[in-house]
């Protein structure tokens, strides 16, 4: 069974920073894009960013662009998110999600999430 | 940015009847070369994350009930419940893979009547 389960949530002052990370299993993380959306409380979705199967390509939604990182460690089976100068507006559940084999995907499986709470 | 708009924001449906829910692009989706629409629906029930539904507009992924099917191309798509089931009860969510960024719906919460 294909599982993703993401780590390193917490509560972080406005301008810090946090990594997150999500550990495959089940798969091998090597085949896929993997991309990372987020869920402020209660609001809908939004999706970050993605990183190509070998690394070599990124993208992001302009709103994290130039704070935020995505990477991966293929023989890890992990993929990572860096994120710097945090704000409140990006307070919410961040998700690690498989793509297919290209940037414009959909999402499957999912993990569970971790909650990232940006507040003074 | 290609935005998407779902309606209703809710709707409540008695058990066994049929539930729909609209997704509308601000452009259309189908990418002519292959004749794809690129749509996915998903489901999320409370505490949990999103569960792919329906990806290419209307293919069901594996292990979803019929119950559930998606219908549309262009810019126009629908998700329908044939027969509401309780643990149906959920948000809905459409989400456009034709062009980045990535896109998602507001969502619809099914409730039941």
């Known amino acids: 069974e294909m599982q993703l389960v993401e780590s390193g949530g917490g509560l972080v002052q406005p301008g810090e920073s946090l990594r997150l990370s999500c550990a495959a299993s089940?798969?091998?993380?090597?085949?896929?894009?993997m991309n990372w959306v987020r869920q402020a409380p209660g609001k809908g979705l939004e999706w970050v960013a993605n990183i190509k199967q070998d690394g070599s390509e990124e993208n992001y939604v302009d709103s994290v662009k130039g704070r935020f990182t995505i990477s991966r460690d293929n023989v890890k089976n992990s993929l990572y998110l860096q994120m710097n100068s945090l704000r409140a507006e990006d307070t919410a559940v961040y998700y690690c999600?498989?793509?297919?084999?290209?940037?414009?995907?959909?999402?499957?499986?999912w993990g569970q999430g971790t909650l990232v709470i940006v507040s003074s | 940015d290609i935005v998407m708009t779902q309606s209703p924001d809710s709707l409540a449906v008695s058990l066994g009847e049929r539930a729909t829910i609209n997704c509308k692009s601000s452009?259309?989706?189908?990418?002519?070369?292959?004749?794809?629409?690129?749509l996915a629906w998903y489901q999320q029930k409370p505490g949990q994350p999103p569960k792919l539904l329906i990806y290419?507009?209307?293919t069901r992924e594996s292990g979803v009930p019929d119950r559930f099917s998606g219908s549309g191309s262009g810019t126009d798509f629908t998700l329908t419940i044939s027969s509401l089931q309780a643990e149906d009860v959920a948000v809905y969510y459409c989400?456009?893979?034709?062009?980045?960024?990535?896109?998602f719906g507001g969502g619809t919460k099914v409730e039941i009547k």
């Open positions: 089940g798969f091998t993380l090597s085949s896929n894009w």
């Open positions: 989400e456009q893979y034709y062009s980045l960024p990535l896109t």
């Open positions: 999600a498989r793509g297919p084999n290209t940037a414009y995907s959909y999402f499957a499986p």
């Open positions: 290419w507009a209307s």
């Open positions: 452009q259309s989706v189908l990418y002519n070369s292959n004749d794809k629409n690129y």
